[in-house]
């Protein structure tokens, strides 16, 4: 897993059966977002993801026959719908090069056992279990038998269901990343629990800690990284505005700019867990702390006293916890009133 946060974009099926739409996808999604403000270019998006079924493994005849009469729909029933949807293995391998040759990784959802034929062909960076399949144990022992790394997403599971997966998959082996997730599309925010991410983190110290997300917008998977999420996932498309029930609910290309570039400040700006002065606000602290100064004109000669000094900017002199260096000591020079005592006035 790479050492900043791991940014998954889910094609899914936003690319409507087209291997061009995909392809622009992943134009939109591998572009560097720039921090304009101190003029520095930020790591892009990680990774694509594409989703990959075995229709004769989807559904009961009677759902896949059914009328499908939606402004979403791409054929007369679901399952014609579906079927339209579905990308060949030889087009996830080209969208899979694609992706390759622009520097991004590539993780693919299986969801039947039979779509492991796709490995024949290529070899994802990671495997995704989709939040319906993390009990299809089945499918979850035929994944981690190609050691793959895998990702998976918790979304209608709760610890029984986690709990089982993982002890099937750690059979084979322990590279797995678990995502939490809500499969509510939109969810609700008061649904959405983002402290699940610091409980997984306590519990499953071993595994990567990450944040699959359906809410809309971009504050959801900021804050997830904010309270320690590594991966981020999040749809996206190249307009919101086309037909597909993924679509509206997706990141457009303004949206992947702004939150990838978010995720990036953010993870900038975590630092470590310590209280200390940063070396960046020494000018100001010079400018804007306070130092001890004169209240009044004090003449060579004279012994300063505590009721002739007070605070004022810049911050360069002595602090008011070093009174003691000032009071009781003699001006080696006329100091007039209002001005900072340096160690060099006094002795």
């Not at 993780?107 to 070899?123: H, I, N, Q, R």
Request: include cysteine; charge should be negative.
């Amino acid at each position: 897993m790479s050492d900043h946060i791991y940014i998954i974009g889910e094609i899914g099926q936003n690319h409507n059966g087209s291997v061009d739409i995909a392809k622009l996808i992943v134009d939109l999604v591998c572009r560097q977002p720039a921090d304009e403000l101190f003029h520095t270019t930020l790591p892009a998006i990680d990774a694509i993801k594409l989703t990959k079924r075995d229709l004769n493994e989807e559904l009961t005849d009677s759902s896949m026959n059914r009328i499908y009469d939606s402004p979403h729909s791409f054929g007369r029933t679901y399952g014609e719908h579906r079927k339209a949807l579905e990308l060949s293995n030889e087009q996830h391998f080209e969208i899979y090069q694609y992706a390759k040759s622009k520097g991004l990784e590539f993780v693919e959802t299986l969801c039947a056992v039979g779509c492991l034929d796709l490995l024949k062909l290529f070899k994802p960076d990671r495997l995704k279990v989709a939040s319906r399949d993390l009990t299809n144990l089945p499918l979850l022992s035929a994944m981690a038998e190609t050691r793959i790394p895998m990702i998976l997403s918790t979304g209608m599971g709760g610890i029984k269901e986690l709990e089982d997966a993982l002890q099937l998959i750690t059979k084979y082996h322990s590279n797995i990343s678990i995502l939490h997730c809500l499969s509510q599309y939109p969810s609700e925010y008061t649904r959405i629990n983002l402290r699940t991410i610091t409980y997984l983190q306590k519990h499953y110290p071993q595994y990567t800690i990450g944040y699959s997300d359906h809410s809309i917008g971009i504050m959801i998977p900021v804050a997830a990284v904010a309270m320690g999420a590594r991966i981020i996932e999040k749809h996206i498309t190249i307009d919101r505005n086309m037909k597909g029930t993924d679509q509206q609910g997706s990141l457009g290309p303004d949206g992947v700019k702004r939150m990838v570039r978010d995720i990036r400040l953010l993870e900038q700006s975590m630092g470590k867990e310590e209280f200390f002065i940063d070396e960046a606000v020494s000018d100001t602290q010079k400018k804007l702390e306070r130092s001890i100064a004169t209240r009044r004109d004090i003449k060579a000669g004279e012994i300063i006293n505590v009721d002739d000094i007070h605070l004022l900017s810049p911050g360069d002199g002595f602090k008011w916890a070093q009174n003691q260096q000032v009071v009781g000591k003699k001006a080696l020079q006329n100091i007039p009133a209002n001005e900072i005592i340096y160690s060099s006035m006094i002795g």
